[in-house]
C-alpha cells in the first residue's frame, strides 16, 4: 500500500508475536497456488520476484525503493487466505501491507499493515474496514505470522473477520441499519507492498530503518482465494449458488462461540488501542458501530 494509507489506519494496533524458526517451518508446506497465474508485480524495478516454479513471491525494499503486486482478478464476496512471512530480525522503520482496494474516490478498503520493529521486539499490527469514505478500526493478536484474511461474508448479517494462523483479532459487522457504511458493493484486488516509513512507523518515527541491514524482504505462500470473482460487471457466484456446498461453506460462516471467545481473549490479552472505548477522540459519541453487540 502507497504510504499515503498510513492515515486511514493508524489509529489501529495490534501486537503481534514472531518466532522466525515456526514461521520458517510452516511456510515449508506445499502450495498448490501459481503467483504468475494469480498475481502481477506493479512496482520495485526489479524488487518483486516470483520464485520456485511460481510458488513463492518475494518484495524486498532498499533505500531507493520498496515494491509490491496485485492480483489479477477482482473479488467481491470470498475468503482469502495467504501465508506471509514477514521481514525478519531489525524491521524498524519498514511497513508490510496486505489488504483489498476497489478503485476511485470513493473506494473500499480491508487492510493488515504490518509495522516493523528492532530485533526481538514484536511486530505491531493495524487493520481497517473502510467503505464509501468511511474509516473504522480495531485490532487483536495471536501469537503466530501466518496472516490469513477473510474479509466477506454472503449472508444478510454479514461481517469482515481478520485473522492471523486462525484465529479472529477482529469482526467488523454489518452495521448498515445503524447507518455505518459497509463493504460489499464495489469488487476488490488483493494488493500488498513492502516499503519505508520510518517517519511514523516504529515508535511515532523516533526509530529509524537501519539501511545497512537492506535489503529487506518479506515472503508468500499458498495464496487461496475461495470467492466469487467479479468480471465484466457480473460475479462467478450465482445466485442459485449454494450455501452448503463444500466450495461455498464460507457464504454462511460466522463466528461460532469457540471463536467469539478465541477473539476476546486475543483482545483482552494483546490488543493496544480501540478507537470504540476513545472517548476523547469522539467526546460528543461514540460511532453507532461502537454500540452494537
Known amino acids: ?3 499515503s494509507s498510513s492515515s486511514s489506519c493508524s489509529s489501529s494496533i495490534l501486537l503481534l508475536m514472531i518466532s522466525a524458526i515456526v514461521l520458517s517451518s510452516v511456510l515449508a508446506v506445499v502450495s498448490a497456488s501459481n503467483f504468475n497465474q494469480d498475481f502481477t508485480i506493479t512496482w520495485g524495478d526489479g524488487r518483486a520476484k516470483i520464485l520456485n516454479n511460481s510458488q513463492l513471491l518475494t518484495l524486498s525494499l532498499d533505500k531507493t525503493s520498496g515494491s509490491g503486486f496485485q492480483s489479477n482478478n477482482e473479488y467481491l464476496f470470498g475468503k482469502i487466505d495467504m501465508q ?3 521481514v525478519p530480525g531489525n524491521s524498524a522503520g519498514t511497513v508490510t501491507a496486505y489488504y483489498l482496494s476497489s ?6 478498503e480491508i487492510d493488515f499493515e504490518f509495522l516493523g520493529n528492532l530485533s526481538g521486539d514484536p511486530y505491531i499490527l493495524h487493520t481497517n474496514a473502510k467503505a464509501t469514505e468511511s474509516s ?3 485490532c487483536g493478536s495471536t501469537p503466530l505470522l501466518i496472516s490469513t484474511l477473510t474479509p466477506f461474508s454472503g449472508t444478510p448479517n454479514a461481517s469482515c473477520n481478520f485473522s492471523v494462523d486462525g ?3 477482529r469482526e467488523f459487522k454489518n452495521a448498515e441499519s445503524v447507518g455505518v457504511p459497509y463493504p460489499k458493493n464495489q469488487p476488490m484486488r488483493i494488493y500488498s507492498s513492502l516499503w519505508n516509513a520510518d517517519n511514523w512507523a516504529t515508535r511515532g518515527g523516533l526509530v529509524k530503518t537501519d539501511w545497512t541491514k537492506a535489503p529487506f524482504t518479506a515472503s508468500y505462500r499458498n495464496f487461496n482465494a475461495n470467492a466469487c470473482i467479479w468480471s465484466s460487471g457480473s460475479s462467478s457466484c450465482s445466485s442459485s449458488s ?3 456446498s463444500k466450495n461455498n461453506a464460507w457464504i454462511s460462516e460466522q463466528l461460532d462461540s469457540t471463536n467469539q471467545g478465541r477473539l476476546k481473549w486475543v483482545q483482552k490479552n494483546y490488543m493496544i488501542y ?3 472505548t476513545d472517548s476523547k477522540r469522539f467526546p460528543q459519541a461514540l ?3 461502537c454500540n452494537m453487540s
Open 242 to 244: 449454494s450455501s452448503s
Open 136 to 138: 473504522n478500526s480495531t
Open 103 to 108: 478503485q476511485g474516490s470513493t473506494h473500499d
Open 274 to 276: 480501540n478507537y470504540c
Open 1 to 3: 500500500m502507497a504510504s
Open 167 to 169: 484465529t479472529p483479532i
Open 287 to 289: 460511532p453507532p458501530e
Open 84 to 86: 506471509l512471512k514477514l
